[in-house]
């Protein structure tokens, strides 16, 4: 599979520049071809076995794990199906345990998702946050060991900041927190999908990621990574049912069986699963995102962020020539699929969303801690063909806004 075929997969394409996946992404021609095929399953039983029906349905679930641990480099084991980033971040932020002076480390830049959790934890246990300052939109790594004191248990951080795309430099991240015996979380909604992430090359002890954005999946179904080491070093949220290694014979014979007790001794699974919410799930959401994430797989994630960087390489480019400010940080080293710009004021900025999606030219304006502006998210289904008609429109705004002032 090759990028010039993948955008055939995105039908909608054809009428309008699609630049938006850090909001919500496009998902592919083949998961809704896959939506719909369950809907009509879900609405018709085929198989006139209800009971077989749904444990089919865990099966063809649980076949999302592989292709997301194939993505990052991680064991199957590793991988928990999550609603959402947000789900995946206040488990693991629940699971460690923490006493009233304990610190944890977040930047303020950060999307309020990685904040919360541990804003309520500090009303509930007294423990101390401490907000690492942006840089002119940088997060510096000496500013994050500067922040770790002898009472810091953990770094929360996004890899890919949601405003102006900052790529932290995860690996070094990884080193610091590892030398000082910190737990790295790293939200990684805005990278994985686009930006490669190996967990062999860069430890963290656990990511949460959502499904919508650069996966493109349809909603409420991401996933959690959690290395083994975090695992056996904390407290699992409580267990649902299939949390419980599968019993001989399987859940069919299980349940039929006239002698079961709710009340015993349980083995829960000794992996990542048990952390998922353990009931009837969101068979859809996992279905699709095992179809997007496999698109990804085929042409290669390596491929992919070769391709979105230079998307990006282009775009800065085509944005500077019409005269705009680039909020992003310019550091290839530090920059993702996403690129911010601004016209200077928060006004000029949302009269140029509007007249950009009134020419179906889609982008969103997004701020924290006062960095922010127009963004612009560049997937391996954009071109350089959708980047030439942001500049142009963009262009012909900043001339009518001239010429009426002028
Ligand atoms: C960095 C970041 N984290 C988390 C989220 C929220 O993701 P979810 O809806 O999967 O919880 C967003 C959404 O914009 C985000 O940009």
């Known amino acids: 599979m090759t990028i ?44 006139g076995n209800a009971s077989q029906q749904h444990l089919d349905m865990d099966a063809r679930r649980s076949a999302a794990r592989a292709p997301l641990a194939k993505l990052i ?52 246990t007294g423990i101390e946050i401490d907000i690492v300052p942006n840089r002119n939109g940088q997060l510096l790594i000496e500013d994050i ?23 932290c430099d995860l690996d070094a991240l990884s080193r610091l927190c590892r030398e000082r015996g910190v737990f790295l979380i790293a939200d990684a909604i805005q990278q ?17 990621c959502g499904g919508h954005k650069w996966l493109m999946a349809p909603f409420g179904c991401g996933f959690l990574y959690l290395s083994k080491e975090f695992r056996d070093r904390v407290k699992p949220p409580l267990a649902g049912y299939l949390s419980e290694v599968e019993p001989e014979g399987g859940w069919a014979a299980y349940f039929e069986t006239p002698t079961i007790k709710p009340v015993r001794d349980y083995d829960f699974v000794p992996n990542a699963r048990r952390w998922e919410i353990g009931g009837t799930a969101n068979y859809p959401g996992a279905i699709a995102l095992a179809e997007s994430v496999g698109l990804i797989n085929e042409i290669g994630i390596g491929k992919v962020g070769e391709h979105v960087l230079c998307l990006t390489d282009y775009l800065i480019d085509s944005l500077q020539q019409q005269g705009v400010e680039i909020v992003t940080p310019l550091d290839r080293r530090n920059r993702s699929s996403i690129v911010t710009f601004t016209l200077g004021d928060v006004k000029k900025n949302v009269a140029l969303l509007d007249y950009l999606q009134q020419r179906k030219v889609l982008v ?19 071109n350089r063909e959708d980047i030439g008609r942001l500049a142009e429109v963009t262009g012909e705004f900043l001339r009518r806004g001239a010429k009426a002032t002028g």
């Open 192 to 208: 994985i999908g686009a930006i490669p992430l190996d967990v062999q090359k860069t430890p963290v002890d656990a990511i949460a």
């Open 364 to 382: 969103s304006l997004r701020y924290t801690s006062s960095i922010g502006g127009l963004r612009v998210a560049c997937h391996l289904f954009n």
């Open 73 to 124: 480099n991680a064991g199957e084991d590793d991988i928990a199906l999550m609603e959402s980033t947000t789900h995946g971040l206040s488990l693991v932020a629940d699971a460690i345990p923490l006493q009233r002076g304990d610190r944890v480390v977040v930047c303020d830049l950060e999307f309020v998702a990685v904040a919360i959790p541990w804003v309520q934890k500090r009303q509930e």
């Open 4 to 47: 010039d075929d993948a955008r055939k997969e995105f039908p909608a394409l054809q009428n309008q520049v699609f630049l938006d996946s850090a909001c919500v992404s496009l998902p592919p021609q083949r998961a809704t071809d896959k939506l719909r095929a369950f809907l009509d399953m879900a609405a018709s039983c085929p198989s």
């Open 145 to 167: 060991d500067a922040a770790i004191t002898a009472r810091t248990r953990v770094v929360a951080i996004s890899s890919v900041q949601w405003n102006n795309g900052f790529l």
